[in-house]
């Protein structure tokens, strides 16, 4: 059995850090009676302090959207994992923003990953095609190789507990989401290839979320999927409401 895992992403949301309190606050009302889900927030790293302390006494755990893989040094803007592991139990690695707009490759990917599971934060590995690698039928291959790659080096126990996030390029912040078969289909291509990585023991115990569009109008058909454990909510995670329609879809399904 796994316990379905429902993340908001707020990216570069609220515009301050009270807001993101407040946001952190409602949410907690909204999300914090639905047992039987794992439910995070993943506010920028300026609010992680301020989003902890909101949520102290409750079962919202607090994700932050990136790190560095160093543990320290001359790296001017970023953070390393042990400044985070105090606020926080989840980061999200490889997301395809850090990827398109910041150059982000596999293999740094691949380092934050290991360095995340090192320092005790479970990573959200993100992986995706874009419109143009869907369109010439390379969608599979490019889960495939950017779980292999991601995952590069982590023994069978730690990836486990990897969560891993399909997130199709094409459907991110476009309020054009996969079908739930699309999201079946690509959700079981990731497990997939977490069985041929790490066996099929790992494959049945990993989590495999979906992100892209996801409102509170498609979340009950994509909670319906087999394969799909969970979401990656951007946009709907900015409403604590659409937050708790959605998280109460994937913790009834
Ligand atoms: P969206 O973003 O829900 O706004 O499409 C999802 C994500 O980027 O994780």
Redesign the pocket.
């Known amino acids: 059995m796994r316990i379905p895992f429902v993340a908001g992403?707020w990216k570069m949301n609220p515009p301050t850090i009270a807001e993101a309190a407040a946001l952190a606050s409602d949410t907690a009302s909204a999300v914090g009676g639905i047992a039987g889900a794992t439910r995070v927030v993943c506010p920028p790293s300026a609010a992680l302090q301020a989003v902890a302390r909101a949520l102290e006494g409750s079962p919202v755990e607090v994700g932050a959207q990136n790190m560095h893989h160093e543990a320290k040094g001359a790296f001017t803007g970023e953070l390393a994992a042990s400044m985070l592991t105090g606020l926080c139990s989840c980061v999200i690695l490889g997301?395809s923003?850090r990827r398109q707009l910041f150059g982000e490759t596999d293999d740094f990917v691949n380092a934050k990953v290991r360095a995340a599971l090192a320092a005790g934060l479970t990573p959200i590995l993100c992986v995706g095609e874009t419109l143009d690698e869907r369109d010439a039928g390379g969608a599979e291959e490019v889960v495939r190789r950017r779980l292999a790659a991601g995952l590069d080096g982590v023994g069978t126990g730690d990836a486990v507990g990897v969560v891993i996030a399909y997130?199709p390029v094409w459907?991110?912040?476009?309020g054009r989401a996969a079908t739930p078969e699309i999201a079946q289909e690509m959700a079981a291509v990731a497990r997939g290839q977490v069985a041929a990585l790490f066996g099929s023991a790992a494959a049945d115990e990993v989590r495999v979320l979906y992100?892209?569009?996801?409102s509170p109008g498609n979340a009950a058909s994509i909670a319906a999927q087999p394969d799909v454990d969970g979401a990656?909510?951007?946009?709907?995670s900015l409403a604590a409401g659409d937050f708790a329609a959605i998280t109460q879809a994937f913790a009834s399904a």
């Open positions: 992403n997301h923003e997130e459907a991110i912040g476009t992100g892209g569009s996801v990656l909510v951007g946009g709907a």
